[in-house]
Antibody, heavy 123, light 112 residues
Framework: HLQLQESGPGLVKPSETLSLTCTVS??????????WAWIRQPPGKGLEWIAS???????YYNMSLQSRVTISVAASEDEFSLTLSSVTAADTAVYYC???????????????WGQGNMVTVSS | DIVMTQSPDSLAVSLGERATINCKSS????????????LAWYQQKPGQPPKLLIY???TRESGVPDRFSGRGSGTDFTLTISSLQAEDVAVYYC????????FGQGTTVEIK
């Protein structure tokens, strides 16, 4: 039974870097037909995809965030991570990790989600 | 980016009645080589992560009740709940994966 669990701080100061990790259990991250993604949701608002990575380290990013975001994978540990630099109050959100189905090199829909990690940006 | 626009923003439906949510993409998300529409639907209940309901516009995820159905092609799509149950109260999102993923703004479904 696949499970994804986010971990990271609940509070980050403005201008600092946010770091989150997603631990995958119940299946291996080293699966060719999936990407692993981060998606966020500001309080009371909708969903915004941030970035995705496959187990080989192939990445793709939301262009609006790309200059501040890095996604990486530690396949041997069944983990993947997100860093977001120079955060502001606008980055306050629940951050979800999710498994994203893929076919060939194209990534598709999100079929499993973690419970989310609320991150508040405040001094 | 492809912009996804849902309508209405919210709707109230009586128990047992039909609920229909619309989703429109700013460009076609029908991929000609495989004749698939690159669209998914999710349900999100308060305090929970989104749950995948439908993918490829009309394929129901395993375990999803058959009162949920999706249809449409090109730029216009619908999610229908054929007989609304109390547990269906939630926010519903469409998402395109034809290009880098984008979501609709969400539609809140309530009981009338």
């Amino acid at each position: 039974h696949l499970q994804l669990q986010e971990s990271g701080p609940g509070l980050v100061k403005p201008s600092e870097t946010l770091s989150l990790t997603c631990t995958v259990s119940g299946d291996s991250i080293r699966t060719i037909n999936y990407y692993w993604a981060w998606i966020r949701q500001p309080p009371g608002k909708g969903l915004e995809w941030i970035a995705s990575v496959n187990y080989r380290g192939r990445t793709y990013y939301n262009m609006s965030l790309q200059s501040r975001v890095t996604i990486s994978v530690a396949a041997s540990e069944d983990e993947f991570s997100l860093t977001l630099s120079s955060v502001t109050a606008a980055d306050t959100a629940v951050y979800y990790c999710a498994r994203q189905t893929a076919r060939a090199v194209a990534a598709h829909y999100f079929d499993f989600w973690g419970q989310g990690n609320m991150v508040t940006v405040s001094s | 980016d492809i912009v996804m626009t849902q309508s209405p923003d919210s709707l109230a439906v009586s128990l047992g009645e039909r609920a229909t949510i619309n989703c429109k993409s700013s460009q076609s998300i029908l991929y000609s080589p495989d004749n698939e529409n690159y669209l998914a639907w999710y349900q999100q209940k308060p305090g929970q992560p989104p749950k995948l309901l439908i993918y490829w516009a009309s394929t129901r995820e395993s375990g999803v009740p058959d009162r949920f159905s999706g249809r449409g092609s090109g730029t216009d799509f619908t999610l229908t709940i054929s007989s609304l149950q109390a547990e269906d109260v939630a926010v519903y999102y469409c998402q395109q994966y034809y290009t880098t993923p984008t979501f609709g703004q969400g539609t809140t479904v309530e009981i009338k």
